[in-house]
């Protein structure tokens, strides 16, 4: 089992194997955690999604899958990008959601990672409630069975590493 620590910061700063990076299905970028990755990575991390792009995923990548490209110029080796699924009241898509971080461990292991930056999936503009988003990530991690040493929870602002934290 990895150890879980939890961090207050800026993902695109951490010195780890694999930052996993809150990704839009297009793969080519967007806001939030998307965005930041793509510009502190550089062009490296375009190319290789629309590489992706290009051959497996030209529909884009699902939600709940994960795939690995370069880090750029960020201070990993690489990034993996999954698709969390947008928050709906009327509809339980937590498994979705869980499946983000079981589908990153399993790519990280793939990838030999012994270290994995997570930011807090689907819970900026994907509108996901941070506490319910916070029981789910810790729990899937912890359940799942991976290679990785270290599980980092690098959260952005002070209300989310409290809830993170408040979990443990």
């Keep these: 089992m990895a150890l879980?620590?939890?961090?207050?910061?800026?993902?695109?700063?951490e010195r780890v194997d694999a930052v996993v990076n809150a990704a839009n299905s297009s793969l080519l970028g967007?806001?939030?955690?998307d965005g930041?990755?793509?510009r502190k990575g550089g062009p490296e991390i375009l190319a290789g999604c629309r590489e992706l792009r290009?051959?497996?995923?030209?529909?884009g990548l699902p939600t709940g899958q994960a795939v690995a490209t370069t880090a750029g110029r960020l201070p990993a080796r690489w990034v993996i990008h999954t698709v969390g699924p947008v928050w709906q009241p009327d509809e339980d898509r937590s498994a979705l959601?869980?499946?983000c971080y079981r589908e990153s461990l399993r790519v990280a292991d793939g990838l030999g990672a012994a270290t994995v930056a997570f930011p807090a999936i689907s819970t900026g503009v994907y509108g996901w409630p941070l506490d319910d988003?916070?029981?789910?990530?810790v729990r899937t991690v912890r359940e799942v069975e991976t290679a990785v040493?270290?599980?980092?929870f690098v959260l952005?602002?002070?209300v989310a590493y409290e809830t993170f934290v408040g979990i443990e």
Excluded at 4 to 13: A, K, L, N, S, Y
């Design 36 to 38: 930041a990755i793509h």
């Design 149 to 152: 040493d270290e599980v980092r």
């Design 156 to 158: 952005f602002d002070d």
């Design 97 to 99: 959601l869980a499946s």
């Design 4 to 13: 879980i620590t939890f961090v207050r910061g800026d993902i695109t700063e």
């Design 133 to 137: 988003g916070a029981r789910i990530a």
């Design 30 to 33: 967007g806001g939030g955690v």
């Design 54 to 59: 290009a051959s497996r995923y030209g529909r």
